[in-house]
């Protein structure tokens, strides 16, 4: 019975220790190891809504224990810190509580295939001051961390506008890089501080005193999408007084206000860095062939470079299409490679390696409680196709609704929409503390 080891709890980690739970893990073919450094899974594309108090994590967070014991592979809580691949095994940090002291010590786990599922962390692209005074939304604690700023920040601006009588008071949101991440956060914090103020949360007027800008380097926002899609967006969020600036390149960043390449200077009570990806620093350090942004290249059957145990998927892996090209950093493109590699690795060998074929679906983008733009594409053919209005923001939720449906199957995915439904009926839409 081989052991296969997965590092990396995101979408497509899990989904795919579940899959193969399922098939090898039960059936005994295969002792299937995830391994994780936090305790539960969040859905990485929805960061963005914790950051805003729109959702709850600990609410939504999938537990590893519980997915492992209802699925076949064990959990191991702890995170990577090498891997040696002459002896197959990995070797894991001890485990420390809050306070420092020492949970579980350092150890190994042996592997005979190790699957690499290590996502992203945030590209600063060398900007001075932008490591040390940017928030970013790599994962959960960073998300509520921004949360928590913001709330702060509106509840100090408030407190001195009344202090000081009346005198202006404001609350500068900038955030850098107008792609997906930085559109729906925008989006969702306009509605938080409008939701906030209706609540009595904070005495700030939203639309004069909570002042969100997004500054693109490009001349465009989602420069994925379609040029019209890209401009109605802008317009959109225009609407809800967001302020977009394109053709904008960042030069620095303070701890209060931002620089552009052309000197001019934005206050800012939060900045938040949405401009670009790149692979954890510990994928350099295993000895496998990597890219500029330190993604592990990976062959046609998803194999590292040089080394036919070790396979890499997801965000952390550099995998070029001979058709359709690089293979882009989102959540599709782990889905499928996790759905690829468990019919692989479950296989053992006994079949010809077989090659992944990335298919792009499409993407979507949410603009608030309300609304979305996006395109589909390979509904018939190649034939694209731009959605927004209801049916976007429809076609967006579903997206999340696939995700679960991986992970529990249709009808615990069922189940927890009616939950949720509910819970949003009963609820005021953001957290008010």
């Given at each position: 019975?081989?052991?296969?080891?997965?590092?990396?709890?995101?979408?497509?980690?899990?989904?795919?220790?579940?899959?193969?739970?399922?098939?090898?893990?039960?059936?005994?073919?295969?002792?299937?190891?995830?391994?994780?450094?936090?305790?539960?899974?969040?859905?990485?594309?929805?960061?963005?809504?914790?950051?805003?108090?729109?959702r709850d994590p600990?609410?939504?967070?999938?537990?590893?224990?519980?997915?492992?014991?209802?699925?076949?592979?064990?959990f191991v809580r702890?995170?990577?810190?090498?891997?040696?691949?002459?002896?197959?095994?990995?070797?894991?940090?001890?485990?420390?509580?809050?306070?420092?002291?020492?949970?579980?010590?350092?150890?190994?786990?042996?592997?005979?295939?190790?699957?690499?599922?290590?996502?992203?962390?945030?590209?600063?692209?060398?900007?001075?001051?932008?490591?040390?005074?940017?928030?970013?939304?790599?994962?959960?604690?960073?998300?509520?961390?921004?949360?928590?700023?913001?709330?702060?920040?509106?509840?100090?601006?408030?407190?001195?506008?009344?202090?000081?009588?009346?005198?202006?008071?404001?609350?500068?949101?900038?955030?850098?890089?107008?792609?997906?991440?930085?559109?729906?956060?925008?989006?969702?914090?306009?509605?938080?501080?409008?939701?906030?103020?209706?609540?009595?949360?904070?005495?700030?007027?939203?639309?004069?005193?909570?002042?969100?800008?997004?500054?693109?380097?490009?001349?465009?926002?989602?420069?994925?999408?379609?040029?019209?899609?890209?401009?109605?967006?802008?317009?959109?969020?225009?609407?809800?007084?967001?302020?977009?600036?394109?053709?904008?390149?960042?030069?620095?960043?303070?701890?209060?206000?931002?620089?552009?390449?052309?000197?001019?200077?934005?206050?800012?009570?939060?900045?938040?860095?949405?401009?670009?990806?790149?692979?954890?620093?510990?994928?350099?350090?295993?000895?496998?062939?990597?890219?500029?942004?330190?993604?592990?290249?990976?062959?046609?059957?998803?194999?590292?470079?040089?080394?036919?145990?070790?396979?890499?998927?997801?965000?952390?892996?550099?995998?070029?299409?001979?058709?359709?090209?690089?293979?882009?950093?989102?959540?599709?493109?782990?889905?499928?490679?996790?759905?690829?590699?468990?019919?692989?690795?479950?296989?053992?060998?006994q079949t010809k390696?077989?090659?992944?074929?990335?298919?792009?679906?499409?993407?979507?983008?949410?603009?608030?409680?309300?609304?979305?733009?996006?395109?589909?594409?390979?509904?018939?053919?190649?034939?694209?196709?731009?959605?927004?209005?209801?049916?976007?923001?429809?076609?967006?939720?579903?997206?999340?609704?696939?995700?679960?449906?991986?992970?529990?199957?249709?009808?615990?995915?069922?189940?927890?929409?009616?939950?949720?439904?509910?819970?949003?009926?009963?609820?005021?839409?953001?957290?008010?503390?």
């Amino acid at each position: 019975m081989q052991t296969i080891v997965i590092v990396g709890g995101g979408a497509g980690g899990l989904e795919l220790a579940t899959r193969l739970g399922d098939s090898a893990g039960k059936a005994g073919r295969a002792r299937v190891l995830l391994v994780d450094r936090w305790p539960a899974h969040f859905w990485k594309p929805l960061l963005h809504t914790v950051a805003s108090g729109k959702r709850d994590p600990h609410v939504t967070q999938v537990d590893y224990a519980a997915q492992a014991c209802e699925h076949g592979f064990e959990f191991v809580r702890g995170e990577v810190t090498g891997v040696d691949r002459s002896a197959r095994c990995i070797t894991l940090a001890p485990l420390l509580a809050d306070d420092g002291a020492e949970l579980v010590p350092a150890r190994s786990l042996a592997y005979d295939k190790l699957v690499l599922a290590l996502g992203s962390v945030t590209n600063f692209f060398g900007v001075p001051g932008a490591s040390e005074h940017v928030l970013t939304l790599d994962d959960v604690p960073q998300a509520e961390a921004f949360r928590q700023r913001f709330m702060d920040g509106c509840l100090q601006a408030s407190s001195r506008n009344a202090a000081s009588g009346g005198a202006e008071q404001t609350v500068d949101i900038v955030i850098v890089g107008g792609g997906a991440t930085g559109v729906e956060l925008a989006a969702e914090l306009s509605h938080s501080a409008r939701t906030l103020a209706r609540y009595k949360v904070h005495a700030l007027d939203p639309q004069r005193d909570v002042r969100i800008r997004i500054l693109e380097r490009g001349s465009l926002l989602l420069p994925h999408l379609h040029p019209r899609l890209s401009k109605r967006a802008a317009r959109h969020l225009r609407s809800l007084g967001i302020k977009v600036f394109t053709d904008t390149a960042v030069a620095s960043v303070s701890a209060h206000e931002v620089r552009d390449t052309e000197g001019s200077c934005y206050p800012s009570t939060i900045t938040l860095w949405a401009a670009g990806v790149e692979a954890p620093a510990i994928c350099a350090s295993f000895g496998l062939q990597v890219n500029r942004l330190r993604q592990i290249v990976v062959e046609p059957s998803l194999k590292a470079l040089g080394d036919a145990h070790i396979y890499a998927i997801g965000d952390c892996a550099s995998f070029v299409c001979p058709i359709r090209g690089t293979v882009p950093p989102r959540a599709q493109a782990a889905h499928q490679q996790a759905m690829f590699l468990a019919e692989v690795l479950a296989c053992d060998g006994q079949t010809k390696a077989p090659v992944f074929a990335y298919r792009d679906y499409g993407s979507l983008v949410s603009l608030g409680p309300l609304a979305a733009v996006g395109m589909l594409r390979g509904a018939v053919g190649e034939r694209k196709m731009q959605v927004g209005g209801a049916l976007a923001r429809v076609l967006y939720a579903l997206m999340y609704r696939k995700h679960l449906m991986a992970l529990h199957g249709f009808v615990r995915m069922a189940a927890q929409t009616v939950v949720d439904w509910i819970q949003d009926k009963l609820s005021p839409s953001v957290k008010l503390h």
